[in-house]
């Protein structure tokens, strides 16, 4: 629309946790320099060129709707193109449709349609719709990932991450459900349990149907929740509990809104009371985004990243989204002080975590050691899988002058 000059530089949760502290955990380099972090952290956020979230109103809805995702999916977009068919939307500028979290659509609008749907009395909200992208010098993995198994070096030998021991240890997780909303999961690692049946992309273009994880990022999330309990990789903080990808983020991180929200609402249609989903993404404030984290919170448990800008989180969604079974997570050292990057603020921070050098899995099987507020959510994560969410301590350190209680078993 008019601001397209309005391109902004924002910094992400994503990108500390995945991109840039990658130190190969062969080498055990744990010290981070935290201002280099920061620079890095850079991520550009830029609005998609005439691309809409529409909410509409519940009471607008009819109550005869079906329970099974796809179908609720395609008879609220087919309702949505026939109730406004006077606006001549056609089908394929319908991008993502929503009907659990919250009902409405993702869609390329020009100014005469939005100015209408802007006017109706059916619709609850329009947001922009915004591209989430990795700096470009960032997109190259620098890390030096490994193979859990050893590559053939000496035995493969299971290592407890300082961050699990920290939490107060693994506790067993299987038969619970993770759904990690993030970069997909390695669906064959061999250190995790993997709904794959269930794991869904919601990106489009190239590898849009596909759950896999291209990234590393979100099988770094999933490792430090739900690692097996095994010889080989780490041990997550519910070990062996299935996790499910849920992909919003491509190989490059890179993302939009409209997807996020479409993954927030996959969750909210499958899962179930004791379930708990794990976003270690954000950006910019998004009231759709927070509504539909806060609808979904009625059915999963939410664990969340509180962001890696030395911000204040309430500038953040979905960090800032608030309520009794959503866990907004900033990030402790192993010396118990919040990280320098860690955003803050109580509310919405309801607990620190480890994050800092975090050992855990990386996609193609291997592992990765990264730092970032996207590893301190999924301890919190795993907390949530096995009962309720305790603390030991508070972190030294907190900018906002209230020590952030240290989640714990
Ligand atoms: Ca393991
Ligand atoms: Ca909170
Ligand atoms: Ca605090």
Redesign the pocket.
């Known amino acids: 629309m008019k601001n397209t000059n309005y391109f902004t530089k924002f910094i992400l949760v994503f990108s500390l946790g995945g991109l840039l502290l990658m130190v190969g955990c062969q080498d055990d380099e744990t010290l981070v320099e935290v201002q280099e972090l920061e620079t890095l952290a850079n991520y550009e956020i830029a609005p998609i060129e005439g691309q809409y979230i529409v909410v509409l109103k519940e009471s607008s809805l009819s109550r005869n709707i079906p329970q099974n995702y796809d179908q609720r999916i395609t008879m609220l977009k087919n309702n949505f193109l026939t109730r406004f068919s006077s606006l001549k939307i056609s089908s394929e500028n319908i991008k993502k449709t929503y009907g659990f979290a919250v009902k409405g659509v993702a869609v390329q609008l020009n100014h005469e349609q939005l100015q209408v749907l802007r006017a109706h009395k059916d619709v609850q909200l329009i947001e922009q719709d915004y591209q989430i992208t990795l700096s470009p010098d960032l997109s190259i993995l620098k890390g030096k990932p490994s193979n859990p198994g050893g590559g053939g070096e000496e035995t493969p030998t299971q290592v407890t991450p300082w961050g699990v021991t920290r939490i107060g240890g693994a506790g067993n997780g299987v038969g619970k459900i993770a759904w990690i909303i993030d970069s997909g999961v390695d669906l064959t690692h061999p250190d995790l349990t993997v709904d794959v049946a269930r794991s869904k992309s919601f990106l489009g273009g190239r590898d849009a149907d596909d759950p896999n994880d291209y990234n590393g990022h979100g099988t770094h999330v999933a490792g430090t929740v739900a690692a097996l309990d095994n010889n080989i990789g780490v041990v997550g903080v519910a070990a062996g509990a299935t996790v499910v990808a849920v992909r919003v983020l491509d190989r490059r991180g890179s993302g939009s809104y409209s997807g996020v929200i479409a993954g927030v609402d996959y969750v909210a249609a499958n899962g179930a009371a004791g379930d708990a989903a794990n976003m270690s993404l954000g950006g910019p404030v998004s009231s759709a985004l927070d509504n539909a984290v806060v609808a979904a919170s009625s059915i999963v448990k939410f664990a969340l990243a509180a962001g890696n800008e030395s911000d204040d989180a309430n500038n953040h969604s979905p960090a800032r989204a608030n309520g009794p079974n959503i866990y907004t997570v900033s990030a402790s050292d192993s010396a118990d002080r919040l990280a320098s990057f860690s955003n803050?603020?109580?509310p919405p921070?309801d607990y620190a975590a480890p994050g800092v050098s975090i050992a855990s899995l990386w996609k193609n099987g291997g592992t990765n050691t990264i730092s970032g507020t996207s590893m301190a959510s999924p301890h919190v994560c795993g907390l949530l899988l096995l009962g309720n969410v305790n603390f030991d301590g508070y972190v030294s350190n907190?900018p906002?002058g209230?020590?952030?209680k240290i989640a714990h078993r």
């Open positions: 803050y603020g109580n921070v907190d906002d209230n020590p952030d």
